[in-house]
């Protein structure tokens, strides 16, 4: 929203004040002031009124115009002057020689042979309005001669609020109320508005109107005729052009220029088209044409002005074409009133069409301006057209009124909130200025809240620290720290396993974290020939690419991964991030994962090892956070991305954690024709939730400790493994394998255990005990050593 | 006698020059010294001596033995030395200058200003907290003294899902849910309120340069009997001048958020030209940075904690522009984008 200072100015005396000094204070305790502030009229200079006393025609141009002037100087002078609109007698706006115009410096110029002495101005040279049609015709009674800028106000600061910052303050939707804001920061006194006294017109018939529904708030009205003008006062139009409208003509420019002032909508309605006014909604859906020519689609819910049974308007945004004034309209219906602030809001959003008066509606205006407005239409109709009359007395229905609001603070709870000390006069003055009832004793203070507050904005004691201190000026506060007592941090488990396992896999493992979107990349996963399995939806995705929730991270990684082949032969990545696996059907809330999903691709390595080195990266992980081995069970393929045969729940303390697995054949190809690519999935909470083992110390031995290594045809480990474990020897420290190898008579493997007694030195009978029991299991299942 | 000592130790003097080594010289030791060797055999035939005589020829020959037996040593270290000389220059130099291969990982850039953030509030006793990213509307807003149909729920265009969730559009979802976790210690041990939840929210927008229907805040709140405007006033300057690493100076200005009351944006000193007026921050000086203010009473009712003993204030900062700001990403794309091109650099500080 646009501001003019000129028009706040009218109701502050701000002599001897820094303007723009004072906008920026506004900004720092009202609203978000825009950075750029224009100096209106600054760029012009020397352009004074001047009557045209003879126009002949160019002799060899049909355009231009040979013009005599009087500037206001003994001689007239010669202009030539493009100009359709020049005749004799009118008086325009002259930019003289020596003139400033922004950055032309008008001087004697030629056009088409004739010497021209200065140049007759449109008003949008002068940068009044945007009409370029003719020059200026200037009728207001002005001696020639006389400077534009002394006769109009046409310098003028202007700045532009952040509508957003206006939300909660529908006082602050016209001038008069940002006037206030002013007027309490500076402490300059507020003038009242002046307004016509509407009780004179009470012996008037009244208007026939009716309030039928309990979305109008209060709807104010009253008839005029006889208006004669049709252009407004120029002042008037140059304030509405500055703040972002455009001048119409007399009467709709003054609704406008009241909605700007007082920020109350206004409508006015052609008095032969609506005589009974009523306010209604509708059972039955229906079209209505808006005075912007539009059919518009009415349902139940939509609040209408009607004649009658027949809607002229959308209550609060905008006018019906049929009952709008036309060139012949004499005499007028003037709408002053308020609506329910959520059902307009609603019917501009069903409707799709936000006008400048729903946007003040929506913001709950105060109902006790509307007819302060109407006798504010009056007075400035009346000093613009005397000729003017109001035919009826003001007819006023005030259904809804908001409850008064009142209510007591202490001291010492500003005090507590603010943190610092704020004497007692200073909040009485404060909220005095800006219009609150406040009285003040032994430290309680009384406040009655102004009606423009209290409609949504104001409703208790936290509301008015917000008042006290932004007048008071945040750059002013004292800044303590708190006196708060000390106790330790809670560490919250989660998420410092989610920290050690960034580290570990950034740290030991060289991996990369990555971050992708929540939902599936349905066109991407196409590509790679994953399916995009169904799940919840969004309802309001504005792309059908990235409407359905995702499951698993492991689809969107390897479209990363597909990105990114190009980046290094090998390379791994990782992200936490969240999936969904549908919808509880008890709580109807969706079954949320935390999960950590790692993938490695590489070029050089064998599907297998790179396989291996996944499974020792979440060994590692399970190790070091806690404490805990990991074991792997085969297990069935669900999904697109998963390989038939290999594919391995992880374990870890007896519970499934999550997978680990290599990528289908045909996605790891379209990924890379020659890359291995294998990803892992992890539970993160689930993960977390394992308490960690402590370390238990073992105490080496200080005895010798003995290594055997033994070679069985096998080809896995796991029955070898189980076997001597099963032992459940005392002596075994340790098993690994240091060698597995494939011949012509099968795979071997060589493991290593390591045998220790902490209280005597070992003999080879108590060694070969253990791995003769061990051998005589395995061959029982036709796992032979090899000799 | 004696000459056949002197012809021995000539014959040896001019043999253990030529030896080149240990196994020469071994063979040596043994030809002069061993059970057989001619320095044995000359002891053996003093047998035949007798009185003055015996023991003269004696020393003379235990002489000899000396003489051999350090003349070998000597040359069984002047060869080891020679050995090792050839075992040091049989290795190159070896070339350093080579750039190292690093092979290292990458955190992503959000992880990293997170963790510097969280580290700062750990230090002034802030726990840290995750929270999930699909939310109830309750969570969202209505906990949040948002109503149905306030206009507040059309600042945001937030993603709903057919069950009536939705993905989070703001970090406070969070806010009600730790209130009602450590209410209890706050209201019957004194205990403090003192939390930040970093995590992910969601915008139905369109994206660009400069847009991302995906980023990052960091939510934070205090909770006590006397918490002030004037304390988060100092926490804010407090914990953006650690995270800038340079002294900051705020300022608030009034702003409308329905979950605080009063409600501030928060403005910094702009980084780049100190307040003195740049491109970066428009010429103002000052750089809009994070919405704050006192917790609705609202909402600490909602939360379980009686507004009238109790105040706080709470706090939203963008984890995602602040990642930007801070390492000159300019397109907010390249953060979700998985590319390592982009994302590989960013190694921990």
């Known amino acids: ?787 | 006698m004696l000459e056949k000592i002197n012809e021995i130790r000539k014959k040896f003097s001019s043999a253990v020059q030529n030896a080149v080594n240990a196994k020469a010289l071994e063979e040596l030791r043994i030809e002069y010294l061993g059970k057989k060797g001619s320095v044995t055999g000359l002891l053996k035939s003093m047998k035949e001596l007798s009185g003055e005589e015996k023991k003269n020829f004696g020393q003379q020959v235990n002489m000899l033995k000396n003489e051999i037996t350090e003349a070998i040593s000597g040359k069984t270290a002047e060869i080891k030395q020679k050995e090792l000389e050839r075992e040091i220059n049989s290795v190159p130099e070896f070339d350093l200058s080579a750039p190292p291969v690093l092979d290292r990982g990458s955190y992503h850039p959000i992880t990293l200003v997170q963790r510097e953030c969280e580290n700062v509030f750990r230090s002034m006793g802030f726990t840290v907290e995750d929270y999930s990213e699909i939310v109830t509307d309750y969570e969202c807003f209505e906990s949040l003294n948002i109503p149905k149909h306030h206009p507040a729920r059309d600042m945001q265009d937030t993603y709903y899902l057919t069950n009536g969730q939705l993905l989070k559009s703001q970090t406070s979802a969070g806010q009600n849910a730790i209130y009602r976790k450590y209410r209890k210690a706050l209201v019957e041990e004194g205990k403090p309120i003192k939390a930040i939840f970093p995590g992910r929210c969601f915008r139905n927008e369109a994206t660009d340069a400069c847009h991302e229907n995906t980023f990052f805040q960091m939510e934070g709140v205090m909770v006590d009997k006397n918490i002030s405007i004037s304390n988060l006033i100092f926490f804010m300057k407090t914990m953006l001048s650690e995270v800038f690493r340079k002294d900051i100076k705020v300022r608030l200005r009034p702003g409308f958020f329905p979950f605080v009351e009063p409600g501030f944006e928060l403005d910094i000193s702009c980084l780049i030209c100190g307040g003195e007026g740049c491109p970066s921050c428009k010429h103002s000086g000052w750089l809009e940075l994070c919405p704050c203010g006192m917790i609705h009473p609202e909402v600490l009712k909602a939360g379980g904690i009686d507004p009238e003993e109790y105040t706080g204030f709470a706090f939203g900062l963008g984890m995602t522009r602040l990642a930007m700001m801070k390492y000159g990403i300019k397109d907010i794309r390249d953060l979700n984008s998985g590319n390592l091109k982009s994302l590989s650099q960013f190694t921990a500080e």
């Open chain 1, 1 to 787: 929203m646009f501001l003019s200072m000129n028009w706040i100015s009218e109701f502050v005396d701000f002599s001897g004040l820094d303007k723009i000094e004072m906008i920026h204070r506004f900004s720092l305790s009202t609203a978000e002031v825009e950075n750029e502030i224009y100096m209106k009229g600054s760029d012009i200079s020397g352009i004074v009124v001047a009557e045209i006393k003879s126009v002949e025609a160019h002799p060899e141009s049909k355009k231009l115009h040979l013009l005599k002037v009087d500037a206001g100087k003994e001689e007239l002078v010669d202009v030539v002057c493009g100009a359709p609109n020049v005749r004799v007698g009118m008086k325009t706006a002259f930019a003289q020689v020596g003139a400033k115009i922004g950055d032309i410096a008008i001087s004697p110029r030629k056009l088409a042979g004739y010497t021209s002495y200065g140049m007759c101005c449109s008003e949008s040279e002068i940068g009044i309005s945007d009409d370029n049609s003719g020059i200026m015709e200037i009728t207001d009674d002005l001696a020639n001669g006389t400077d534009i800028k002394d006769a109009y106000q046409i310098e003028d600061i202007i700045f532009e609020v952040d509508n957003k910052s206006l939300t909660n303050r529908p006082d602050l939707w016209g001038h008069y109320g940002i006037a206030r804001e002013f007027s309490a920061l500076t402490g300059r006194p507020l003038k009242p508005i002046e307004t016509a006294d509407l009780s004179q017109f009470d012996s008037l018939p009244s208007i026939d109107m009716k309030i039928s529904d309990p979305l109008c708030q209060r709807y104010s009205c009253l008839q005029v005729d006889n208006i004669k003008r049709n252009i407004s006062p120029v002042n008037m139009r140059i304030r509405l052009y500055y703040c972002g409208m455009r001048a119409i003509n007399f009467l709709a420019d003054l609704t406008n220029y009241l909605m700007l002032e007082m920020g109350q909508p206004m409508h006015a309605f052609d008095s032969r088209k609506v005589d009974k006014i009523r306010i209604r909604r509708f059972e039955e859906p229906f079209t209505f044409r808006t005075l912007d020519g539009v059919d518009r689609n009415i349902d139940e819910n939509t609040l209408m002005i009607c004649n009658g049974d027949k809607p002229v308007a959308i209550a609060g945004i905008m006018g019906g074409l049929d009952s709008e004034i036309v060139d012949d309209t004499t005499a007028l219906t003037l709408e002053s009133a308020t609506f329910d602030a959520v059902s307009v809001r609603k019917s501009t959003v069903r409707l799709a069409h936000r006008t400048d008066a729903s946007m003040r509606y929506e913001k709950c205006l105060d109902p006790e301006m509307t007819v302060t407005a109407i006798g504010r239409f009056v007075k400035l109709m009346l000093d613009a057209d005397p000729q003017s009359r109001v035919i009826s007395s003001l007819t006023d229905e005030y259904a809804y009124k908001y409850p008064q609001i009142a209510f007591d603070f202490t001291k010492a709870f500003v005090d507590r909130y603010t943190g610092i000390e704020i004497d007692n006069d200073t909040i009485v003055k404060t909220l005095e200025s800006l219009g609150f009832g406040i009285s003040v004793e032994n430290d309680v203070f009384s406040v009655v809240i102004p009606s423009w507050r209290a409609t949504k904005d104001i409703t208790m004691k936290a509301d008015i620290i917000e008042e006290i201190t932004r007048i008071y000026g945040y750059d002013n506060f004292d800044v303590n720290t708190a006196v708060s007592p000390l106790y330790p941090v809670r560490i919250d488990i989660e998420k410092s396993v989610e920290d050690c396992i960034k580290d570990l896999l950034v740290k030991r493992f060289s991996l990369h974290e990555v971050h992708s979107y929540v939902w599936n990349y349905t066109d991407e996963y196409k590509a790679l020939g994953i399916e995009a399995e169904d799940n919840i939806r969004l309802i309001n995705a504005t792309n059908p690419n990235i409407e359905v929730i995702r499951r698993s991270i492991v689809p969107t990684q390897l479209c990363q991964v597909k990105y990114n082949t190009d980046f290094a032969d090998s390379f791994g990545l990782f992200e936490i991030g969240r999936t969904v696996d549908g919808v509880n059907p008890e709580t109807n809330l969706c079954n949320e994962h935390k999960k950590l999903c790692i993938t490695l691709f590489s070029k050089t390595e064998s599907l297998e090892r790179l396989y291996l080195k996944l499974r020792d990266i979440i060994a590692v992980m399970t190790d070091d956070i806690k404490h805990m081995p990991v074991f792997f069970e085969n297990r069935q393929a669900v999904h697109s991305y998963q390989h038939p045969k290999n594919l391995n729940t992880v374990l870890c303390n007896g519970k499934s954690i999550g997978e680990i697995g290599v990528v289908y054949p045909t996605i790891s190809k379209k990924i890379d024709k020659k890359a291995s690519v294998v990803y892992a999935e992890i539970d993160v909470v689930d993960f977390a939730e394992i308490k960690a083992n402590n370390i238990v110390y073992d105490e080496p031995s200080k005895y010798p400790e003995m290594e055997v290594d033994l070679t069985f045809m096998a080809d896995r480990f796991a029955p070898i493994g189980s076997a001597v474990y099963t032992e459940n020897s005392p002596l075994v420290k340790k098993i690994s394998v240091v060698d597995t190898y494939k011949d012509d008579s099968g795979k071997s493997i060589t493991v290593r255990i390591l045998f220790s007694d902490r209280t005597k030195t070992l003999t080879r009978e108590e060694v070969s005990a253990v791995t003769d029991r061990v051998i005589a299991k395995l061959a029982e299942k036709g796992i032979t050593l090899k000799s």
